[in-house]
């Protein structure tokens, strides 16, 4: 096995487990709040949350010393794509452990502020966290292929297509914050609007991260020849 191919598989390998934790960690929000919702104990969940952020910033600094330690001849040849982009892919990395420092804030919060949850401005934040973690699944596809095709030698790839699907979702949300946000303050009903109001952005916060992550991609596929990760101009 040559340098590079290692290199690449030990970067590979290492995102995989990374994203196992990310993705499982997002996919309980929506849980959490359901169980919050129906009276049922969520400590659990909240321990659950905790335990898969630790394992991701173990996991992403594993990752970021792996790429920041290696130089050109641990990479090898066949990682160029990699060597040229060292620097954005640190940067890369540690945008998308935001996501999941994020999440786990949000469990805190709404164990610590404990909002009524018998209302629309607590059903629109339940819809984002469905939201949220629809969305999670799609970019953990994405960035799978995006780091399997910058080790793999002349790899040729399209994520135009899951990137824009995610700027919708990201778009969506946004729709979802407002509504939140406007029900909480228009609603004579509702207690405490700028609880629901702190919520929303939190969801919404996470949805922004992913669509970061995504433009974080753009910038380094424009420096790998054969991964498109935005459309060109129309000619």
């Known amino acids: ?9 030990q970067l590979e390998s290492h995102t ?11 996919d309980l929000l929506p849980e959490l709040l359901d169980q919050y919702a129906a ?20 996991r992403n600094l594993t990752i970021v010393a792996l790429i920041t330690n290696a130089d050109p001849i641990d990479m090898g040849k066949l990682n160029t794509r990699i060597n040229y982009n060292q620097s954005a892919l640190v940067e890369f990395y540690r945008t998308v452990d935001v996501v999941v420092n994020v999440t786990e804030r949000i469990a805190h919060e709404l164990d610590m502020m404990r909002p009524p949850h018998d209302n629309a401005c607590f059903e629109g934040l339940q819809e984002m966290a469905a939201e949220v973690a629809d969305t999670t699944a799609v970019l953990e ?39 939140v946000i406007a029900t909480a303050f228009e609603d004579e009903t509702i207690d405490q609007p700028l609880m629901y109001r702190e919520f929303a952005i939190l969801f919404d916060e996470l949805a922004n991260q ?19 990760a935005e459309e060109g101009p129309d000619v």
């Open 1 to 9: 096995m040559t340098a590079g191919s290692s290199f690449s598989q």
């Open 16 to 26: 995989d487990a990374y994203l196992e934790s990310f993705k499982a960690g997002i």
């Open 39 to 58: 009276g049922d104990d969520y400590s659990e969940t909240i321990t659950a949350i905790e335990n898969l952020e630790s394992e991701c910033d173990d």
């Open 141 to 179: 596809e994405v960035i799978e292929r995006f780091v399997h095709d910058l080790g793999t030698y002349e790899a040729s790839d399209s994520l135009t297509e899951e990137i824009q699907e995610i700027r919708n979702m990201e778009s969506r949300c946004d729709e979802l914050r407002n509504e």
């Open 210 to 228: 992913m669509e970061d992550i995504t433009e974080e991609i753009i910038v380094v596929a424009s420096n790998a020849p054969g991964i498109v």
